[in-house]
């Protein structure tokens, strides 16, 4: 099993970004995808999940209405998109499906 996710991204506060979850080795329809990040010096927050099998997501308390998940089948990839970037979202972004994790996306939110 691996998840694979794209590479480190820096935007300026107000804009968006996209991070992708490239999976491999189990069905990918199966399993829920959950998105995790950690902040410099903070601990990990549960951003929230989404199921690939039929689209259904759940977003933690502090991300509803800026985060958008998505997962396309045909390439077994899922997507985080953020809009409206601050710089406290500068951190480190991950999938995982709690058994397997990806290696990371560093999103940094810098004028």
């Known amino acids: 099993v691996q998840l694979v996710q794209s590479g480190a991204d820096t935007r300026n506060p107000g804009a968006s970004v996209k991070v992708s979850c490239k999976t491999s080795?189990?069905?990918?329809?199966?399993?829920?995808v959950h998105w995790v990040r950690q902040a410099p010096g903070q601990g990990l927050e549960w951003m929230g999940r989404i199921d690939p099998e039929d689209g259904g997501v759940a977003y933690g308390e502090n991300f509803q209405g800026r985060v958008t998940f998505t997962a396309d089948t045909s390439t077994s990839t899922a997507y985080v998109e953020f809009t409206s970037l601050r710089s406290e979202d500068t951190a480190v972004y991950y999938c995982?499906?709690?058994?397997?994790w990806g290696q990371g996306t560093q999103v940094t939110v810098s004028p």
């Open positions: 080795g189990y069905s990918f329809i199966s399993v829920y």
């Open positions: 995982t499906t709690l058994t397997t």
